[in-house]
């Protein structure tokens, strides 16, 4: 099993910015994409941005210019910097990983449990 742990959501202002962090445990071989979605109340879950263990780097249009997400292969762990913040930003942020147990093990999601970011008008 992979496990995903977050931190780093809460309420800001219009404007503001917060960290996001995403540390990923378990029985892991190698990780593949690692990436942040987010889901807000009565919306489908959306890709923000992912990060290739190459660093090669996806952002949705919404945040392109306002989020960076960074990657640090040796201790599994994945962040997205988030500036100038929106109120259409409040959603619940959920880490994700592409990972191998073993391997040669096929490639599995792995999800954390989600961290609500809320931005005030």
């Known amino acids: 099993q992979v496990q995903l742990v977050e931190s780093g959501g809460g309420l800001v202002q219009a404007g503001g910015s917060l960290r996001l962090s995403c540390a990923a445990s378990g029985s892991i071989f190698s990780i593949e994409a690692m990436g942040w979605y987010r889901q807000a109340p009565g919306k489908q879950r959306e890709l923000v941005a992912a990060i290739t263990s190459g660093g090669t780097t996806n952002y949705a249009n919404a945040v392109k210019g306002r989020f960076t997400i960074s990657r640090d292969n040796a201790k599994n762990t994945v962040s997205l910097q988030m500036n100038s913040l929106k109120p259409e930003d409040t959603a619940v942020y959920y880490c994700?990983?592409?990972?191998?147990?073993?391997?040669?093990?096929?490639?599995?999601?792995?999800w954390g449990q989600g961290t609500l970011v809320t931005v005030s008008s």
């Open positions: 994700n990983a592409e990972a191998r147990r073993y391997r040669g093990a096929p490639l599995r999601d792995a």
